[in-house]
């Protein structure tokens, strides 16, 4: 393969756009040719054929999801599998792809982590513990801000410890979103929130563009489908004639590209979908009035061919002021490189252009993978290419969550993630590049240095001239901060000046340790005078088991900082109170011991005394109790029924033949009591529902799901839950439940189950 088509190869995406429904692939393939895919895969960029590693993995992996099925109905393999093959995509190292088919199993099966490290090694448990770590964090929106903060900062860290670990999950997260339609509506609106705010943003901020394009597009597929769709329609509906006028562009671009001796491939585009709504909801733009609604892509060998190519497009085609950017001598915080200008067409039309070279691209699509510390090279030694530089806004992070409360750490992190806004490059007096929001001032860039360059300005001089402080930066500016150590600090005006939230955050903190006195001796008084309108005596509260709870549930260090925080206004004194009392009272609920209770029992047995309790059941010797009636085996009207005298929660009723009951200690037996239903409850039985829980063994076809629904549906049973598995010999084993009246209304139904074609028996679950 020559190198054009080499690099040709480079550019297809991994997906393909149907009119804009988004689908993968190889979406229902066995597992057999998704693994032979996955192999092919890994075989094209790594540089040994020992494969034995990935083999092992799948092979414990199919054996330990087995008995597992998707809400597709597909074998859950399928899934680390689709996992591995992205991760192979981003030409990441074995261990990472071994890690990705083995990312379920501790969690999902009895599979241990010490069991894969035992296997594999300790890198490949880490990673596999690492994500099963993160699959534990549920993403807290709306108002839950400590709950999220917190699974941020713990998502954080495992990213330090190995970057890998998020790969693997934003690999994990692409595939789900791929097959998304199979959740239920809440569901899917969940996770493509916590997508767009959280993953796709990092997988922006790591340069992986080949996964943030689709995160993106498949969230506002389920977030704004309707807004979607119509987008989808919209760019469908002049497909030909666009395709037509791209295909123009490339085209003539190629001839001139071509006369001028420049090698290059070149490609012609829509841009996606997120990109485009953005744009158009921002702007408050029809599609039409987008610029750069086309991308035309031209790929070099080298950067003076990339400034060479530039010049030859700006000789045919008239630039738009003001849309040139120069990545490629500034690049973007997270690696991205590329020339963009804006054009104006031959027909009138406006479109982008984007020049890089071959690395560049690279890099553009797979981020920090393109440029792996871990990867292998042939004579099997690590790279160390420098990725820790890469990475330094995830060591800003991590310092971040060390100095600030939850709400200050949220500010920041979104600040930061949010890659979207439009942003100035400028520099310092040496010729370092500095990236700030637009409308960026002298404190926004003081900030942007240090804390201590802000905290101690007097003053700034832009382009070697003296500027005000509210000066608004622009694109090549120079930026020159004067300080002074006999500076007074940061002025509160400064609050309304600056547009970064990290200036803000830094003046707010310079603020509370300049009064840290005042404000811990002004939070002590507010929790005070709060109890005190409550009727409580502040000292009582001061245990120390919940001073730690308050301090990690807010993520201070210590009591001081927290009373700092109510005294100067960051938490509210009735969140604390509230708490410490919501525990206080937790702690000194009344604990019935055991004694008490085989103590009660007794007492009530000498009485002799039955009563009718609500369900429908007479409990021998027990006074007005409370009864619920086992899950284990679902007891319904007409079962031989006994009692068990529980702890604080009443009594439980268990058929006599219930396996709990039967196999219960020894013990445990003096709490065993007489119970029986009531006779009216026999003689109609439809006064009420039961529940009922039965099994199914049927040889698997096609459609028995569908005639068991059919059955239970015909004899007006309202099934509550239905699971399916199927064994290696093809035998179907269904679980359902369902409400029935009476152990007659039982029989019939299990006789009609029996007369289905395929269903070998059918009993009650007594376990």
């Avoid at 709306?142 to 860290?157: C, I, P, S, T, V």
């Avoid at 000194?588 to 002799?608: F, P, R, S, W, Y």
Wanted: proline share 3%.
């Amino acid at each position: 393969m020559d190198k054009i088509s080499e690099q040709q190869s480079l550019i297809k995406h991994e997906f393909v756009i149907d009119d804009g429904r988004i689908e993968s692939l190889k979406e229902f393939l066995p597992p057999e040719q998704l693994y032979d895919d996955l192999i092919l895969r890994v075989k094209k960029y790594h540089p040994s054929d020992d494969i034995s590693l990935i083999e092992k993995a799948y092979q414990i992996a199919k054996d330990a999801h087995k008995e597992q099925v998707r809400k597709s109905g597909e074998p859950y393999i399928i899934h680390p599998l689709y996992v591995a093959i992205i991760l192979a995509d981003l030409e990441m190292d074995k261990e990472t792809i071994a890690a990705g088919i083995l990312h379920d199993v501790v969690e999902d099966t009895i599979m241990t982590r010490q069991e894969i490290e035992n296997e594999f090694g300790a890198d490949v448990a880490n990673l596999v513990d690492g994500v099963t770590k993160l699959g534990k964090l549920e993403y807290a929106g709306g108002d839950k801000l400590e709950e999220q903060a917190e699974n941020l900062r713990k998502m954080f860290l495992a990213m330090a410890k190995d970057i890998r670990v998020i790969m693997i999950k934003l690999a994990d997260r692409l595939h789900n979103m791929r097959t998304l339609k199979h959740m239920p509506l809440n569901k899917q609106q969940e996770k493509a929130r916590e997508t767009l705010d959280i993953y796709a943003p990092i997988a922006q901020r790591l340069g992986i563009s080949k996964i943030k394009v689709e995160l993106d597009d498949l969230s506002l597929k389920y977030l704004e489908p309707d807004a979607y769709y119509d987008l989808v329609d919209k760019i469908a509906s002049k497909k030909a004639a666009r395709e037509k006028y791209v295909e123009s562009i490339v085209n003539e671009v190629s001839v001139h590209i071509k006369k001028a001796g420049i090698e290059a491939v070149i490609d012609g585009r829509v841009k996606h979908f997120f990109s485009i709504y953005k744009k158009m909801r921002n702007q408050n733009k029809s599609i039409d009035q987008i610029y750069d609604l086309f991308a035309v892509r031209i790929i070099v060998d080298s950067v003076k061919d990339c400034y060479a190519c530039l010049g030859v497009i700006h000789e045919i085609y008239t630039p738009i002021p003001g849309r040139f950017k120069d990545y490629i001598a500034m690049p973007k915080d997270n690696m991205y490189q590329s020339l963009h200008t804006t054009l104006i067409g031959s027909a009138g039309q406006p479109f982008e252009i984007q020049i890089r070279t071959y690395e560049m691209h690279r890099t553009a699509e797979y981020g920090i993978a393109a440029h792996w510390k871990y990867k292998e090279m042939a004579d099997g030694k690590k790279s160390t290419g420098g990725e820790e530089e890469k990475l330094t806004w995830l060591r800003q992070i991590l310092e971040w969550q060390k100095e600030s409360d939850n709400k200050e750490f949220m500010n920041l992190l979104k600040s930061d993630l949010d890659l979207f806004s439009d942003s100035v490059y400028c520099f310092t007096p040496t010729g370092e590049v500095k990236h700030l929001p637009a409308g960026s001032t002298p404190i926004d860039f003081a900030y942007h240095i240090h804390s201590a360059v802000g905290n101690r300005m007097v003053g700034a001089k832009v382009n070697n001239k003296l500027v005000s402080l509210d000066y608004v930066i622009g694109n090549g500016d120079v930026i020159q901060i004067i300080t002074s150590n006999n500076s007074n600090g940061p002025s509160r005006d400064w609050l309304n000046v600056a547009k970064s939230t990290l200036a803000k955050n830094k003046i707010n903190q310079w603020f509370k340790n300049e009064y840290k006195e005042e404000n811990i001796e002004k939070g002590k008084e507010m929790l005070h005078a709060f109890c005190k309108s409550k009727g409580v005596t502040l000292p009582e509260l001061m245990k120390p088991a919940y001073m730690d709870f308050v301090m990690r549930k807010y993520g201070f260090k210590d009591w001081e900082s927290v009373l700092a925080a109510i005294g100067h206004g960051g938490l509210k004194e009735g969140q604390i109170i509230n708490k410490i009392l919501e525990l206080a009272e937790q702690d000194n609920k009344k604990v019935i011991t055991d004694e008490q209770v085989l103590e009660a029992v007794a007492e009530a047995g000498e009485k002799k005394m039955t009563r009718r309790s609500r369900g429908g059941i007479i409990v021998e010797g027990v006074d007005d109790v409370a009864v619920r009636f086992g899950k284990c085996c679902s007891p319904i009207p007409g079962d031989d029924i006994i009692g068990f005298v529980t702890r604080g929660r009443g009594v439980s009723i268990h058929r006599v033949d219930c396996i709990n009951m039967i196999n219960l200690p020894e013990e445990e037996r003096e709490r065993v009591i007489g119970a029986q239903w009531q006779q009216s409850i026999q003689e109609k039985g439809k006064a009420a529902k039961y529940l009922a829980d039965v099994v199914i063994y049927a040889h698997n076809r096609n459609a028995l799901l569908a005639d068991v629904a059919h059955a239970l549906t015909e004899k007006d049973i309202e099934i509550l839950s239905m699971n399916s598995r199927i064994s290696r010999k093809g035998i179907a084993t269904m679980q359902t439940s369902f409400e029935i009246a009476n152990q007659e209304e039982l029989s019939r139904i299990i006789s009609k189950l029996m007369t289905i074609d395929g269903v070998i028996d059918v009993t009650r679950n007594t376990n």
